[in-house]
């Protein structure tokens, strides 16, 4: 496979998705992104390579920390605050995989989000709906 021509393919998609997308749809591309890299960290610790296991880790703890630090604190009230905590389980639980190479904290983190990106595209359909 040529890697190189599936990276620029993926960058090209990457932009012509986020050029015009919407807050929440921005959101839902990094959730898409952020599954993606969790099933390859879960490929690369269940084929044992370590040092791309941690890098797939390190992404996913920076998108998740970006979704994090792109929250509104101020006008999102304890449903904000409660997203930021789960956000920072989800690294928690993830800094836990890749040191102890648990693949059922990777699972478990896979499960969360799963549930989380469900409720962001009901927040979608409900805006386009509206």
Known sequence: MDYEAYRSYHSVNLEAQTATASPVQLVLVLFDGLLEELARARGHLEGQRF???????TKCINILNGLSSALDFESGGEVVTDLARLYDYCAFRL??????????????????????KGGWMGVRDQHEAA
Not at 51 to 57: A, N
Not at 95 to 116: F, I, K, N, R
Request: charge should be negative; charged fraction near 25%; hydrophobic fraction near 45%.
């Open 51 to 57: 040092e791309q296991k941690g890098d797939s880790i």
């Open 95 to 116: 800094y836990h995989a890749s040191v102890e190479l648990d693949v059922a904290a990777l699972d478990e983190v896979v499960g969360l989000l799963g549930t989380l």
